[in-house]
C-alpha cells in the first residue's frame, strides 16, 4: 500500500465491531481504495505441485525448487521474487524431511518475516500482526484441539537456531490466521488455491450489503522491467458511491442466503453477531423464500415440502458430483425443478440454486440450448436478490452469456456478456484476466452479431462450418465448490 493510498483511509473506533476503516475522501465505483500486497501467503496443501508459490497461478510446466523439491514457481523471475520468504523455509523442509501443513507453513513464514522485520508496523501498514484479533478465547473444545495439534506441528518444524516464541504467542498466530486467513484465487478467479494474511484488509469490517469488494490481483510478473510489472495484491474496490467518513465494508459472505442462515454461518466462521441494516431487517428474505403467487397459490405446507425436497436433492446431487455422475446430476435437477416450478417464486433461492447447477453442468455436457433456457432463470432471479454491482453476480451473468452464445442465442448471448462486463470492470478491474477475456467474447460476439442482423441464413451456414472444422469451446468442467469465499476457514 503507498503512502497515497495509506492518507485516503484511516482506522477508527467502530462502534460494536471493534476497530473497522473508513474514507478520508470520496470514491466511486470502480475506484481502487487501496492494493496490499500478503504479508504472507502459502499454496493449499492439496495444490502444491500445479500452483506458483510466488504469484499463485495456475500453469501447465512449473519449475520445481532443485533444493528442498517442494516449491514450484512459473519460472526464474516468480522463483528469485520467493527466494526472501522461501531460503528459510526451504532449508526448514530439508531439516525436517517433508513440508507441513499450509497453517504450520503459513505461522513459520509470518514468524520469519518478525524474525527478519520485528512485528511493528511496517512501512504501508495500518496495524501489526501483533493487533490483529485472534478470537483464541471464543474456540470450542474442537477447534482448541486442532490449535494445539498446530502448535505441536510448527514446534516440530521450526528450526532451532531461528528466533524462538512463547507457546502463547504461537498460538495468537494460529488464531490469527484462522479468522483472518484471506482466500488466494488462481488468475481466472475460479479455484481458491491459498490463504494468505493482509493486515490492512483485516480491518474492513463485514456488511451483508457492503459499498466495497476485495478481489485477488495475481499481478504481472512477465512484465519485470515494464511499468506495467505488478506484484501480487490484493485490491479493495469501491462498489458505490463512498463520501468521505462512511465506513468501507466488505462481506464475509455470499449474499444468497437469508438473513437468519447468513448470521448463523458469521457467527459460527468469525465469532460475531451481524445487526447490519439487511439482517436486522430482513430485507430480501421475502424474495429468497418466495412462493408462486397468483390464482394457484401453493399452502404454506405445500412450499415447506418442496424446499424439504430441495434440499434433500442438493444433498444427492453434491452426490453424484462429486463422483462426477453428471447426468445423474441433470437427472436430478430435471426432477426437482418438476417439483419446484408450480410451486416457488421465480426469485427462490432453492430454485436458484438447482437452476445453476443444471445450467453448468448441460453447458459441460454440450446441451447448450436446455443449459441456456436455465441460466436465463437464474439471473434474472440473481438480478433481482443481489447488488448490482456484485462480483458473483457479474460470474453468473457472464457464465449465462457464454451459454447463451454456444447456444447459437447470439443477441441474448452478447446482450449478457455486455451485462457481465459492465459489473466486472467495477469488480475486478480493466486489467484483471477474467475481464480481459470478458472483452475478447464481448469484440467477439459484437462482430457475430452485426453478421447475424445482415444476414441470418448465412450466419447459421458459416457457425455450422465453424462448429464442423472447429470443436465448440468447451466449458470447463463443472466444480464441486463454490466460488472462492473472501476469509479461508479450515475445514
Given at each position: 500500500?503507498?503512502?497515497?493510498?495509506?492518507?485516503?483511509?484511516?482506522v477508527?473506533?467502530s462502534?460494536?465491531?471493534?476497530?473497522?476503516?473508513?474514507?478520508?475522501?470520496?470514491?466511486?465505483?470502480?475506484?481502487?481504495?487501496?492494493?496490499?500486497?500478503?504479508?504472507?501467503?502459502?499454496?493449499?496443501?492439496?495444490?502444491?505441485?500445479?500452483?506458483?508459490?510466488?504469484?499463485?497461478?495456475?500453469?501447465?510446466?512449473?519449475?520445481?525448487?532443485?533444493?528442498?523439491?517442494?516449491?514450484?514457481?512459473?519460472?526464474?523471475?516468480c522463483?528469485?521474487?520467493?527466494w526472501?520468504?522461501?531460503?528459510?523455509?526451504?532449508?526448514?523442509?530439508?531439516?525436517?524431511?517433508?513440508?507441513?501443513?499450509?497453517?504450520?507453513?503459513?505461522?513459520?513464514?509470518?514468524?520469519?518475516?518478525?524474525?527478519?522485520?520485528?512485528?511493528?508496523?511496517?512501512?504501508?501498514?495500518?496495524?501489526?500482526?501483533?493487533?490483529?484479533?485472534?478470537?483464541?478465547?471464543?474456540?470450542?473444545?474442537?477447534?482448541?484441539?486442532?490449535?494445539?495439534?498446530?502448535?505441536?506441528?510448527?514446534?516440530?518444524?521450526?528450526?532451532?537456531?531461528?528466533q524462538?516464541?512463547?507457546?502463547?504467542?504461537?498460538?495468537?498466530?494460529?488464531?490469527?490466521?484462522?479468522?483472518?486467513?484471506?482466500?488466494?484465487?488462481?488468475?481466472?478467479?475460479?479455484?481458491?488455491?491459498?490463504?494468505?494474511?493482509?493486515?490492512?484488509?483485516?480491518?474492513?469490517?463485514?456488511?451483508?450489503?457492503?459499498?466495497?469488494?476485495?478481489?485477488?490481483?495475481?499481478?504481472?510478473?512477465?512484465?519485470?522491467?515494464?511499468?506495467?510489472?505488478?506484484?501480487?495484491?490484493?485490491?479493495?474496490?469501491?462498489?458505490?458511491?463512498?463520501?468521505?467518513g462512511d465506513?468501507l465494508?466488505?462481506?464475509?459472505?455470499?449474499?444468497?442466503?437469508?438473513?437468519?442462515?447468513?448470521?448463523?454461518?458469521?457467527?459460527?466462521?468469525?465469532?460475531?453477531?451481524?445487526?447490519?441494516e439487511?439482517?436486522?431487517?430482513?430485507?430480501?428474505?421475502?424474495?429468497?423464500?418466495?412462493?408462486?403467487?397468483?390464482?394457484?397459490?401453493p399452502?404454506?405446507?405445500?412450499?415447506?415440502?418442496?424446499?424439504?425436497?430441495?434440499?434433500?436433492?442438493?444433498?444427492?446431487i453434491?452426490?453424484?458430483?462429486?463422483?462426477?455422475?453428471?447426468?445423474?446430476?441433470?437427472?436430478l435437477?430435471?426432477?426437482?425443478?418438476?417439483?419446484?416450478?408450480?410451486?416457488?417464486?421465480?426469485?427462490?433461492?432453492?430454485?436458484?440454486?438447482?437452476?445453476?447447477?443444471?445450467?453448468?453442468?448441460?453447458?459441460?455436457?454440450?446441451?447448450?440450448?436446455?443449459?441456456?433456457?436455465?441460466?436465463?432463470?437464474?439471473?434474472?432471479?440473481?438480478?433481482?436478490?443481489?447488488?448490482?454491482?456484485?462480483?458473483?453476480?457479474?460470474?453468473?451473468?457472464?457464465?449465462?452469456?457464454?451459454?447463451?452464445?454456444?447456444?447459437?442465442?447470439?443477441?441474448a448471448?452478447?446482450?449478457?456478456?455486455?451485462?457481465?462486463?459492465a459489473?466486472?470492470?467495477?469488480?475486478?478491474?480493466?486489467?484483471?484476466?477474467?475481464?480481459?477475456?470478458?472483452?475478447?467474447?464481448?469484440?467477439?460476439?459484437?462482430?457475430?452479431?452485426?453478421?447475424?442482423?445482415?444476414?441470418?441464413y448465412?450466419y447459421?451456414?458459416?457457425?455450422?462450418?465453424?462448429?464442423?472444422?472447429q470443436?465448440?469451446?468447451?466449458?470447463?468442467?463443472?466444480?464441486?465448490?463454490?466460488?472462492?469465499?473472501?476469509?479461508?476457514?479450515?475445514?
Open positions: 500500500m503507498t503512502k497515497g493510498e495509506m492518507e485516503s483511509v484511516e477508527f473506533a462502534e460494536g465491531k471493534g476497530r473497522g476503516l473508513k474514507a478520508r475522501k470520496e470514491f466511486l465505483p470502480g475506484d481502487v481504495i487501496f492494493a496490499e500486497p500478503a504479508y504472507a501467503a502459502v499454496v493449499f496443501d492439496s495444490l502444491t505441485h500445479v500452483i506458483c508459490h510466488t504469484c499463485f497461478k495456475r500453469q501447465e510446466r512449473l519449475h520445481r525448487c532443485g533444493q528442498c523439491k517442494f516449491a514450484y514457481y512459473c519460472d526464474r523471475t522463483q528469485r521474487a520467493a526472501l520468504n522461501h531460503k528459510n523455509e526451504c532449508s526448514a523442509i530439508k531439516r525436517h524431511g517433508k513440508a507441513p501443513t499450509e497453517n504450520i507453513r503459513l505461522a513459520a513464514r509470518i514468524m520469519w518475516k518478525i524474525e527478519r522485520e520485528g512485528s511493528g508496523l511496517g512501512e504501508g501498514c495500518l496495524v501489526s500482526i501483533d493487533d490483529l484479533q485472534n478470537h483464541v478465547d471464543s474456540l470450542g473444545e474442537e477447534e482448541k484441539k486442532e490449535l494445539r495439534a498446530d502448535v505441536e506441528g510448527f514446534l516440530e518444524f521450526w528450526p532451532p537456531q531461528s524462538q516464541f512463547g507457546m502463547q504467542y504461537i498460538s495468537h498466530i494460529f488464531g490469527v490466521i484462522n479468522c483472518n486467513g484471506f482466500t488466494l484465487s488462481d488468475q481466472r478467479g475460479l479455484q481458491a488455491v491459498g490463504v494468505g494474511i493482509f493486515p490492512n484488509l483485516c480491518q474492513a469490517n463485514h456488511d451483508c450489503w457492503p459499498n466495497c469488494t476485495v478481489i485477488f490481483n495475481n499481478g504481472n510478473h512477465e512484465a519485470v522491467r515494464s511499468m506495467f510489472h505488478t506484484q501480487m495484491r490484493i485490491e479493495l474496490r469501491a462498489l458505490s458511491k463512498i463520501s468521505p465506513e465494508t466488505v462481506s464475509y459472505v455470499d449474499f444468497l442466503n437469508v438473513s437468519e442462515e447468513r448470521q448463523k454461518q458469521l457467527k459460527k466462521q468469525y465469532y460475531f453477531d451481524c445487526t447490519c439487511h439482517c436486522k431487517k430482513h430485507i430480501k428474505d421475502d424474495l429468497m423464500l418466495a412462493a408462486k403467487e397468483g390464482e394457484s397459490k399452502s404454506a405446507e405445500t412450499v415447506k415440502e418442496v424446499i424439504q425436497f430441495s434440499k434433500d436433492t442438493l444433498e444427492k453434491n452426490k453424484a458430483r462429486m463422483e462426477g455422475l453428471y447426468h445423474e446430476v441433470v437427472k435437477c430435471r426432477e426437482c425443478l418438476k417439483k419446484q416450478e408450480p410451486v416457488l417464486g421465480d426469485t427462490n433461492i432453492y430454485l436458484l440454486r438447482i437452476l445453476s447447477i443444471a445450467s453448468e453442468v448441460l453447458s459441460y455436457l454440450q446441451m447448450f440450448e436446455e443449459a441456456a433456457d436455465y441460466a436465463k432463470r437464474m439471473v434474472d432471479g440473481y438480478l433481482k436478490i443481489y447488488h448490482p454491482n456484485n462480483a458473483q453476480l457479474g460470474m453468473a451473468v457472464m457464465r449465462a452469456g457464454v451459454t447463451h452464445w454456444h447456444a447459437g442465442l447470439i443477441e448471448g452478447h446482450g449478457l456478456i455486455c451485462k457481465a462486463y459489473i466486472l470492470l467495477i469488480t475486478h478491474g480493466p486489467s484483471h484476466p477474467i475481464t480481459k477475456d470478458l472483452e475478447v467474447m464481448r469484440v467477439q460476439t459484437e462482430m457475430e452479431l452485426r453478421m447475424f442482423q445482415q444476414n441470418e448465412m447459421y451456414k458459416m457457425r455450422e462450418a465453424a462448429l464442423k472444422n470443436k465448440i469451446q468447451v466449458m470447463p468442467e463443472p466444480s464441486n465448490e463454490a466460488s472462492p469465499s473472501l476469509f479461508h476457514k479450515k475445514e
